[in-house]
């Protein structure tokens, strides 16, 4: 791979990654709040079962929210290392796009316990692994 097809896999992947967590943002904006409504249930203080599934959806919606604004950060800053080129910015596209894989890695070993899908985290940790080399490749040939 050279500098301009670094540069072109950073930014179509940064695209891909900036779809990806606007939807992961809208389903975590979903799960937050469907834990509220059912919070806000009048009848649920007679029912433990459904405080502990409530306080679950919001707790894992706020999860979901912080990896999806992770996953949000990563698409802008690989866009903008895509754009300009420049080492720091392929520098720091480089590290959150370790970060990325580190946490899909772990919410695979997570999801595989309980019998998940493997397909989905498979396809970010490609794309992440395709991010790293790339803006190791721009930043390599990047002069400043």
């Not at 990806?20 to 809208?26: D, I, Q």
């Not at 459904?50 to 306080?55: D, E, P, R």
């Amino acid at each position: 791979m050279n500098y301009e097809t670094g540069k072109k896999v950073l930014r179509i992947a940064g695209i891909l990654t900036i779809i990806g967590g606007v939807f992961s943002l809208l389903l975590a904006a979903l799960g937050i709040f469907g834990g509220g409504a059912v919070a806000s249930n009048p009848g649920i203080e007679a029912d433990a079962e459904l405080q502990q599934t409530a306080g679950m959806a919001i707790a894992a919606g706020l999860i979901f929210l912080l990896v999806a604004l992770l996953s949000l950060v990563e698409g802008i800053v690989c866009y903008r290392a895509g754009k300009t080129g420049r080492k720091k910015t392929a520098t720091v596209a480089m590290f959150l796009a370790v970060l990325s894989t580190i946490v899909n890695i772990s919410n695979q070993l997570r999801a595989a316990s309980q019998g998940s899908n493997i397909a989905s985290v498979i396809i970010n940790v490609a794309l992440n692994i395709l991010v790293i080399y790339a803006a190791y490749v721009v930043r390599q040939n990047a002069e400043a």
